[in-house]
């Protein structure tokens, strides 16, 4: 899997690592066919990074999730909403000025 885990700020270059390489998902063979099968079969499935962590040999370790995305009519929805914030917030800083 492909993934994007930032460089370290506080420590020096020597230390280091790739930013984006493929990295070993490490499951029981049994629960990598099951998140395939459920991704392949139902479109919009995806897997997600739900908790991140370092353990005690300094691997990084993951809880992932399995969710949908969302439908067009529920992102229209959530266009409507922003742009009435957002024009509400214009409106309310237009008369705050004067």
Sequence with gaps: MNVHIGKHSTAGEFFQHDERRPRDLL????EA?????????VPGMTLVP??????DQNK???EIGLCRGKNVRD???DIKEREGKRE???MIKNFNVR
Excluded: G
């Design 50 to 55: 739900l908790k991140c962590y370092w353990n």
């Design 27 to 30: 499951l029981h063979k049994t």
């Design 60 to 62: 990084v370790k993951f």
């Design 88 to 90: 509400a917030n214009r």
């Design 33 to 41: 066919r099951r998140l395939l099968q459920k991704t392949d079969r």
């Design 75 to 77: 992102k229209r929805q």
